[in-house]
């Protein structure tokens, strides 16, 4: 399986998020919205516990991550970072609800040499991470918006 950026072999969508925190779960609601319709591409659902995420990201050659951020954007903001080219900015990912922050499993999967390849961020501004709360209505209109993009960043279409 190629993305169309031409890299061959294994492509995954790393969906990062805690499904009852909120604005947390967008990640997971990118996986919904993705469901089947990237063919043979992983789609990968994660609370976001570093080494889970380090270990997901082993063997990948194209890796596509999405998770909340809390960065002082607005609600539903979304974001693209090419973090195989560079560091993901650590503010708006270190104050993670997942603890240890997906900036610093990044640079750790770096030093370890587990990067893939090609490795992209689509971080989604969050406002409410409390327990039990519903996807925020901007970040739910933010979550469609990054699935249509992933689509046609990685199939082309």
Request: hydrophobic share 45%.
């Amino acid at each position: 399986m190629a993305d169309r950026a031409g890299e061959g072999g294994r492509v995954i969508v790393l969906c990062v998020g805690n499904p009852q925190r909120g604005d947390d779960a967008a990640g997971r609601g990118v996986a919904e919205a993705l469901g089947a319709s990237l063919g043979e591409v992983e789609i990968i659902e994660e609370e976001g516990e570093a080494t889970r995420l380090l270990a997901r990201l082993e063997g990948a050659d194209a890796a596509y991550i999405v998770d909340a951020s809390v960065s002082g954007a607005s609600v539903g903001d979304i974001r693209r970072f090419d973090v195989s080219a560079g560091q993901l900015p650590p503010a708006g990912f270190a104050a993670s609800t997942h603890g240890f922050g997906l900036a610093e499993a990044l640079e750790l999967a770096r030093s370890l040499c587990l990067m893939p390849q090609r490795c992209v961020v689509y971080a989604i501004e969050g406002g409410t991470f409390d327990i039990g709360a519903p996807l925020s209505p901007a970040v739910a209109a933010a979550v469609g918006i990054v699935a249509d993009r992933l689509r046609v960043e990685i199939l082309g279409k």
